[in-house]
Nanobody
Framework: QVQVVESGGGLVQPGGSLRLSCKVSAFTLWPYAMSWYRQAPGKEREFVAGLTSVVANTNYADFVKGRFTISRDDAQNTLYLQMNSLKPEDTAVYYC?????WGQGTQVTVSS
């Protein structure tokens, strides 16, 4: 059974950093497209960052460009999202999507 499990969320002060992980079991990351989304209370789920499988092109939502970095470790079957210079408006539940499979999400709260 396919499992996609996010981790790494938590409470951080504005300006701080977190690294989210998304571990996949039952299949390998290759050759799937991978992405991170987020959903804040009362809002729609929105795209944050994506990574293609073949040429490893990345793309980011404008509101995270220069602050967040998406990456993968095929040996660990894990997708990452490094988040720097966090802002209160980054507070949300963060989800990864691997080849159409969603994880359960991990809460990120940015607050002083």
């Amino acid at each position: 059974q396919v499992q996609v499990v996010e981790s790494g969320g938590g409470l951080v002060q504005p300006g701080g950093s977190l690294r989210l992980s998304c571990k996949v079991s039952a299949f390998t990351l290759w050759p799937y497209a991978m992405s991170w989304y987020r959903q804040a209370p009362g809002k729609e789920r929105e795209f944050v960052a994506g990574l293609t499988s073949v040429v490893a092109n990345t793309n980011y939502a404008d509101f995270v460009k220069g602050r967040f970095t998406i990456s993968r470790d095929d040996a660990q079957n894990t997708l990452y999202l490094q988040m720097n210079s966090l802002k209160p408006e980054d507070t949300a539940v963060y989800y990864c999507n691997i080849g159409g499979s969603w994880g359960q999400g991990t809460q990120v709260t940015v607050s002083s």
